[in-house]
């Protein structure tokens, strides 16, 4: 890990181009991918991996979120947007159903002229429909990931399996923390989609820093050197 947290220098941002969309949003991304890394790490530290099944998840969804970035180029700014526009839709929904639009009225409003915009200026995207995870990581490939995300879910949200964690299968012995404390091996893992997050990450900064260094950890762990190509229907870049 301390190898790839020393590719993150302090003039990082030099590397952005300001006027590449995916450079601008894949940033977010990337940044989103290193903060779970260090919750999987602090929880792992603590004896407490299970814990960190939501945060695996996040890092995975952001990691193929910025390979998607990488491959639909400046189109993924309107799509962003145009997902804004849904998230302001339900939210103010929700202000008005609650009866605390009154109450928010300026975020209301704000929400309103955003939606309005939106419509006005931004066509829908057929691509929209890869803002679902499960969407993007079908239409890559990536049939190991979709199972790890898939059993990781269970650990995620109230399950028969997760409450099974804290017991026996007899149901007489009882545990005050999981009997199996990690579930995956979490250094291992946040190395692995750490690399990931790179990999995809380099390719939208100007002159690909990364590219020899990451290739020597790819080759040390046994990692790919190269990013999963879209298999999907439809073209991540037509216009």
């Given at each position: 890990?301390?190898?790839?947290?020393?590719?993150?220098?302090?003039?990082?941002?030099?590397?952005?181009?300001?006027?590449?969309?995916?450079?601008?949003?894949?940033?977010?991304?990337?940044?989103?991918?290193?903060?779970?890394?260090?919750?999987?790490?602090?929880?792992?530290?603590?004896?407490?991996?299970?814990?960190?099944?939501?945060?695996?998840?996040?890092?995975?969804?952001?990691?193929?979120?910025?390979?998607?970035?990488?491959?639909?180029?400046?189109?993924?700014?309107?799509?962003?947007?145009?997902?804004?526009?849904?998230?302001?839709?339900?939210?103010?929904?929700?202000?008005?159903?609650?009866?605390?639009?009154?109450?928010?009225?300026?975020?209301?409003?704000?929400?309103?002229?955003?939606?309005?915009?939106v419509n006005e200026t931004i066509a829908a995207d057929p691509n929209e429909k890869l803002v679902k995870i499960d969407n993007l990581i079908k239409g890559y490939g990536l049939t190991k990931e979709w199972s790890f995300y898939t059993v990781e879910s269970r650990f995620t949200h109230p399950t028969p399996t997760g409450v099974q964690m804290f017991f026996q299968d007899d149901g007489k012995t009882f545990h005050q923390m999981p009997i199996h404390e990690e579930v995956v091996p979490c250094r291992l893992y946040c190395l692995w989609i750490f690399h990931i997050a790179m990999l995809a990450f380099n390719e939208v900064l100007v002159g690909k820093p990364w590219t020899s260094e990451l290739e020597k950890i790819a080759k040390e762990y046994g990692f790919a050197t190269t990013l999963p190509q879209w298999q999907g229907p439809g073209d991540l870049h037509a216009q």
């Open positions: 890990m301390i190898h790839l947290e020393n590719l993150i220098t302090s003039d990082l941002h030099t590397h952005i181009d300001p006027m590449n969309r995916a450079a601008i949003i894949g940033w977010g991304l990337f940044f989103h991918v290193a903060h779970q890394v260090r919750a999987i790490l602090t929880l792992h530290k603590a004896g407490a991996c299970s814990a960190a099944s939501p945060n695996r998840r996040s890092a995975l969804e952001y990691a193929i979120t910025l390979r998607w970035c990488v491959d639909q180029g400046d189109r993924i700014g309107d799509i962003y947007n145009r997902k804004l526009r849904g998230d302001q839709i339900q939210l103010a929904k929700a202000l008005k159903a609650d009866g605390t639009k009154d109450r928010y009225m300026d975020a209301y409003e704000v929400m309103v002229q955003t939606v309005k915009t």
